[in-house]
């Protein structure tokens, strides 16, 4: 899909829609300046919802305070300009206000604390006197249908624009990781605040636009028109029937719904909201996906493509790398002062206590090996060591640094990266893009989005996954996930890698390639590893030395040769009757 | 008692078993012995029917159970102990016993199978009316064994039942479930600890990558000299 | 400030604040089960409380057996709602899941509202029973109130009695705190998930008359019944009965003494403010959420 085709055909459209008011019907204009009003409405609530995975069932509270916003600035004589300016600025501000409460919350919870704002917004405006009560705010009549239908083509031109900048820029993939998986996210280094924050009030400039738009044209808001519960839903509606992720989600949506709307309002004096709320109920039950998710679109060749996933649009910008080495520098072990030092890390979850005042030091270049059976405390020091806990008591001191206070997602950038037991990878992405993520998101030294995929393709060859480049994450099997978590925690470009379990299910011959990969970490890239695993044959091969846990303390810290023959270890762990295989 | 022929199942759309069997006699010990991920929990949960086989058949006391739903095992006579005990926090012991007897069958003899538990492990009696959430480790794991008999089960299935069990403990929880086993319940164990494992077991099966890779006789497995590798790492 | 006055208030808003907290029970269990948010239930008051009244203005009987006729009119409509619209959701990926039950949800409340609305008009209406006086010094409460105020606190105990020592309620509280723990055990979780939509929505059938017999109920109620019933979920702790009471109550008596010392136009924002506000500071509200 070449990109130029996409801009002919969207500068088409506006023509056309722009031809519309010549024709002199009122009726047509004022249904297309709806619609087009609506698509601003779905696509910007779309951003928060499909993109970052949050369902802000208030957004068209932030339409409605655009709308009072611009009028009363417009009743107050305020030049026309500036009144839209007001609207949007007033909007962002309370968007910015509310995004701190809000996004302490997840999923239902936030979905229903949206859904009672709603209320709450039109009660202000039905109480405050500034926005003249139930009366609401009436404009001197003018007649700006034209005007306000050209802005409005302007407005859906820039929201298109907008859909299509998130889809291909760094903060869009940063919505797209933490829509998966938010403490993976923040470990590759995203703050997962900011993002949320940002897209949020994005989202509700745009509404605020349209809300003011709306406003001006029809010279009169109130409370219920602006805050009702039934018209809130009806953007939402939209971008959900479409299909909430995809691009032409919110244009299938619009079109498809304002025309029902539009029949039912001909046809149908009574019971429209329940006929509404049918179609929710229908779309709820059958479809929650989107119309252009169903098999019946996606198995058509020609509307096919309205469906597609984002996945399937970068298949075609990755290619295989040209050269076998890593992008890492290379560089000798750096001597001299430790790499990690945890002094007294004590870390409890409510009454359990999980690593029981732990100390230990990791040398530069070393290679480590953490043992212990399940619930030994093994995976939650791994989590305090990467920032994704904060110890309760005890520090924590990489090169030098004590990472007191440090976020989850400092860990990336100072130098510390890890692998999850389980694979946590973003699902709905591709290979490339999950490991392009750590490169994208290092503050200063962030990597452009086509510099990131370009590297990613070599971290990926090294881990052997050059084949699945372009598939998306969840569609690999365990082994292809380990490898991907490992290729995403050496973007991490790590002076410190943590990799939990990976061997666990590798053939004796891939157990050895992973060892030679760990040992050459060490030895070209100066990387100092710590490395879960309980299969000892593969430890065995090349760790410098081996500590044991055991229900959260240390009870061996030595070479491997003589962890194995210490009697603490073998009756907890390896079992008494190992002795006679020593 | 039980038998699984050539077993396939499904984590949605990653096949986490491909291609398992075993066969557990009446009244045998049976380990379930492999690495993290190797599919182990998934076999205990395909048994009691909370995972649907994609492939396969599973059949316990001659009849067909693949697909069946949990209730239903449950009332036949099979009981999970599952890892990560998935005990009622916030119920107390006494309650979480009696949720173990909640199917029709199992209702009748509630009282009589609380005497029995408090009878295997006498600390379930003096905390009865606690929470299980303010349990320790080593009793939570107590109290799902007894809450898993409360069924009166003829197949149990245990699910590393020593996780997180202090050193002390265990011993204790090996000889009651001894003394279970001598009553006539059939085990199959999942287990980490490999000695641990034959320790109690007579026969064992080892799963690798979601297939039976290995088994036999406890001192056939002992002998072997691929075994001990495997999981030993000692060379 | 005549003590008597406050005293009325008072009660005034222990009252509504224990139907609030009757609507709070059906849908603390059913999300505590199903962990899912019925946008539609406080709609199911609404509905049902035009209903009993209606039948009231057309029959004149018993509003006692009305209730007994409406509880197990909306516990089937609850159960067949469940199993034929939300539980088939539970099969798909979790962002479909959630959209999905909210389109449902939000969907069936403007379906009831506005047919509710059609058939029997959106005025509002009400169980208009002669109240007897009984005056205690300057206060005075109505025989219906008191009986009213009995039974919220007789049903109450008898529902915590009833989920503490039955199979059933066992069961819910199982499946709440472990669902797989509670498969394990032998519980058709599913057939729970239904039943308890079935047990919530009856429950909200003797809200729904007892809150017509003391004030005026439209099709339009529904929704602010929901955000209020949430919040007091979110107070007492999902699950949690006796909170849920307490929250109720509190509930009410922050609306009554809103209404009076400051605004009526305010006191329905109340419940909203306090919602938002608890949800910032606890984000997991007080009951503690176990995962599945």
Redesign the interface.
């Known amino acids: 899909m070449s990109n130029y085709r996409y801009w002919l055909g969207g500068a088409f459209v506006l023509a056309v829609l722009a031809f519309i008011p010549s024709t002199g019907s009122a009726y047509t204009t004022t249904l297309l300046f709806t619609m087009l009003i609506s698509y601003a409405l779905a696509q910007s609530w779309d951003w928060v919802g499909g993109e970052a995975g949050y369902i802000n069932l208030a957004h068209f509270a932030f339409y409605g305070i655009g709308a009072y916003g611009f009028c009363l600035s417009l009743l107050a004589g305020v030049p026309i300009i500036l009144c839209f300016v007001i609207a949007v600025v007033a909007t962002s501000i309370i968007a910015f206000i509310v995004s701190f409460p809000l996004f302490r919350l997840r999923g239902d919870y936030f979905a229903f604390a949206t859904l009672a704002l709603l209320p709450l917004t039109e009660l202000l405006a039905f109480n405050f006197h500034f926005t003249g009560g139930a009366d609401g705010v009436v404009l001197p009549p003018k007649y700006v249908l034209f005007e306000a239908y050209y802005i409005a083509i302007g407005l859906v031109g820039l929201t298109a624009i907008t859909t299509v900048w998130l889809i291909r820029t760094r903060f869009g993939y940063a919505l797209k990781a933490l829509r998966n998986d938010e403490e993976a996210a923040e470990i590759c280094g995203i703050r997962i605040f900011p993002a949320k924050s940002k897209v949020l009030i994005l989202s509700a400039a745009f509404a605020s636009i349209a809300g003011a738009l709306q406003g001006w044209q029809l010279s009169y808001i109130d409370p219920t028109t602006v805050f009702g519960l039934d018209v809130a839903l009806i953007p939402i509606a939209m971008a959900l029937l479409g299909g909430s992720g995809l691009l032409w989600g919110a244009v299938v949506g619009v079109i498809i719904l304002s025309l029902f709307n539009q029949l039912l309002i001909v046809s149908l004096p009574i019971l429209q909201t329940a006929i509404f709320g049918l179609l929710l109920l229908l779309i709820g039950r059958y479809m929650p996906g989107g119309l252009l998710r169903s098999a019946v679109v996606r198995n058509n060749k020609w509307i096919g493509f309205l469906g597609r996933e984002h996945d399937q649009f970068v298949r075609a910008t990755v290619s295989a790398p040209t050269t076998d080495n890593l992008p890492l520098p290379k560089q000798p072990v750096a001597t001299g002062e430790p790499v990690l030092e945890c002094r007294n890390v004590t870390m409890a979850f409510g009454g359990n206590v999980a690593v029981d005042d732990i100390s230990l030091t990791i040398n530069a270049g070393e290679i480590v090996g953490l043992v212990g059976t399940n619930g030994s405390g093994k995976t939650t020091l791994f989590n305090c060591i990467s920032k994704v806990f904060e110890q309760k008591s005890g520090e924590i001191i990489f090169v030098g640094q004590d990472l007191a206070g440090a976020r989850r997602d400092d860990a990336s950038k100072l130098g510390i990266g890890r692998t999850y037991q389980i694979p946590r990878p973003f699902s709905d992405l591709t290979v490339v893009e999950n490991i392009a993520m750590p490169l994208m998101n290092r503050g200063d030294e962030s990597a452009s989005l086509a510099d990131s995929l370009g590297l990613a393709t070599q971290f990926a060859a090294y881990v052997g996954l050059t084949e699945h480049l372009a598939a998306r994450a969840d569609s690999l099997n365990l082994q292809q996930k380990k490898a991907l978590e490992l290729a995403r925690a050496l973007a991490c470009r790590p002076k410190l890698l943590l990799v939990d379990e990976v061997a666990s299910g590798l053939t004796p011959m891939e157990v050895r390639t992973f060892v030679n990969h760990i040992r050459e970490l060490r030895d070209e890239y100066g990387i100092t590893i710590i490395w879960v695993e309980h299969i000892f044959s593969a430890l065995a091969q090349v760790v410098d030395r081996v500590i044991v846990l055991e229900q959260g303390s240390i009870i061996a810290d030595g070479p491997l040769a003589d962890v194995v023959k210490d009697e603490r270890v073998l009756s907890t762990y390896l079992g008494s009757a190992a002795t006679e295989d020593a | 008692m039980l038998t699984i022929e050539n077993l396939a199942v499904d984590h ?4 986490a078993i491909w291609d398992l069997s075993l066969n557990v006699d009446k009244g045998a010990r049976v380990g379930l012995l492999g ?4 599919g182990k929990s998934t076999t205990l949960g395909a048994i ?1 029917g ?1 995972y649907p086989p994609a492939e396969g058949n599973i059949n316990y006391d001659g009849k067909s159970i693949t697909g069946v ?3 239903q095992n ?2 036949a006579g099979i ?2 102990v ?1 890892e990560g ?7 107390t012991v006494r ?1 979480n016993l ?3 007897a ?2 029709k069958s ?2 009748a003899g509630v009282d009589d199978n609380i005497d029995r538990a408090f009878a295997i492990f006498p600390i379930l009696n003096e905390k009865s009316g606690d929470m299980a959430g ?1 349990l320790s ?1 080593g009793q939570q794991q107590m109290l799902a064994i007894c ?2 008999l409360m ?1 009166s089960p003829d197949l149990l299935l245990l699910d ?1 039942p020593f ?2 069990v ?2 002390i403990l265990v011993d204790e929880v090996m000889e009651a479930l001894r003394r279970i086993s001598d009553e006539g319940v059939t085990m199959l164990l999942v287990e ?5 494992a ?2 109690f077991v007579e026969h064992a099966y080892v799963i ?2 979601g297939r039976t890779v290995l088994d036999g006789a406890k001192e056939t497995l ?1 002998n072997d000299p691929g075994f ?8 | 400030m005549d003590a008597s006055i406050i005293i009325q208030i008072a009660l005034g808003g222990i009252l509504i604040g224990g139907l609030y907290a009757l609507v709070a029970f059906g849908l603390s269990l059913i999300y505590g089960v199903a962990r899912i948010l019925n946008f539609a239930h406080g709609t199911l008051l609404a509905v049902g409380g035009v209903a009993a009244s209606g039948i009231f203005a057309a029959t004149a009987w018993n509003p006692l057996f009305i209730m007994l006729l409406l509880i197990p009119v909306l516990g089937i409509f609850g159960y067949l709602f469940y199993d034929h619209l939300l539980q088939p959701l539970t099969k798909r990926n979790h962002f479909e899941y959630t959209v999905g039950s909210v389109l449902v949800t939000v969907g069936a409340l403007l379906i009831l509202s506005d047919v509710a609305a059609w058939i029997a008009g959106p005025a509002p209406r009400n169980i208009p029973l002669r109240f007897e006086a009984i005056e205690f010094g300057d206060v005075i409460v109505s025989t219906t109130q008191a009986w009213i105020l009995g039974g919220i606190i007789v049903f109450t105990v008898a529902l915590h009695l009833y989920i503490k020592k039955s199979w059933f309620g066992r069961a819910m509280r199982a499946v709440t705190q472990d669902h797989t723990g509670a498969t394990i055990c032998g519980v058709k979780a599913d057939k729970v998930h239904a039943l308890t939509f079935a047990f919530g929505s009856g429950i909200v059938a003797i809200a729904a008359v007892l809150y017509a017999m003391l004030f005026p109920v439209d099709p339009y109620i529904g929704f602010a019944l929901t955000v209020k019933a949430f919040t007091i979920i979110i107070l007492g702790g999902i699950g949690n009965l006796v909170g849920a009471l307490i929250a109720g109550i509190f509930l009410g008596l922050a609306e009554g003494f809103t209404s009076f010392f400051w605004a009526t136009q305010w006191a329905p924002a109340i419940s909203i403010v306090l919602l938002l506000v608890i949800l910032v500071i606890f984000p997991q509200g007080f009951g503690r959420r176990k995962s599945t």
Request: hydrophobic share 40%.
């Open positions: 949605g759309k990653l096949r690495a993290n991920g190797a009691l909370i739903a949990p209730s449950v009332e009981a999970l599952p005990r998935r005990l009622f926090g916030e119920m309650e009696e949720m173990g909640y199917t199992a209702r303010t480790g809450r898993a069924s590393e996780l997180g202090a050193p980490q600890n490999i000695h641990r034959l320790n690798e990558n002992l001990s590798n495997k999981f030993l790492g000692l060379e």
